[in-house]
Nanobody
Framework: QVHLVESGGGLVQAGVSLSLSCTASGRTFSTYANGWFRQAPGKEREFVAAITWSGGSSYYADSVKGRFTISRDNAKNTVYLQMNSLKPEDTAVYYC?????????????????WGQGTQVTVSS
């Protein structure tokens, strides 16, 4: 069992940066691949970024590529999402997810554990 808690959301202006954190309980965090997803009002939850359990590889949705960076610190049981050059269309609730194993997926149904989400609002 893995319990995920996101933090770091807030209200910011377009163009600035924001960093999200996802801290996990459990001693086997390093055996989980992690992903960040987001859900805007009236829309489905969509893939943002993912990282393998070692942190050696990361993947991004086209909409955030070049602006967002996912990373992890297994010693701290934490996954991060650094978001730069934020746009109003990045406004959403951001969720951290985890799945056992090294393989990541953009498909949200492949993830076993989810955090409660953190709101990110970007004003123009």
């Amino acid at each position: 069992q893995v319990h995920l808690v996101e933090s770091g959301g807030g209200l910011v202006q377009a163009g600035v940066s924001l960093s999200l954190s996802c801290t996990a309980s459990g001693r086997t965090f390093s055996t989980y691949a992690n992903g960040w997803f987001r859900q805007a009002p009236g829309k489905e939850r969509e893939f943002v970024a993912a990282i393998t359990w070692s942190g050696g590889s990361s993947y991004y949705a086209d909409s955030v590529k070049g602006r967002f960076t996912i990373s992890r610190d297994n010693a701290k049981n934490t996954v991060y999402l650094q978001m730069n050059s934020l746009k109003p269309e990045d406004t959403a609730v951001y969720y951290c997810a985890a799945r056992s194993g090294s393989i990541w997926y953009a498909d949200r149904t492949r993830y076993d554990y989810w955090g409660q989400g953190t709101q990110v609002t970007v004003s123009s």
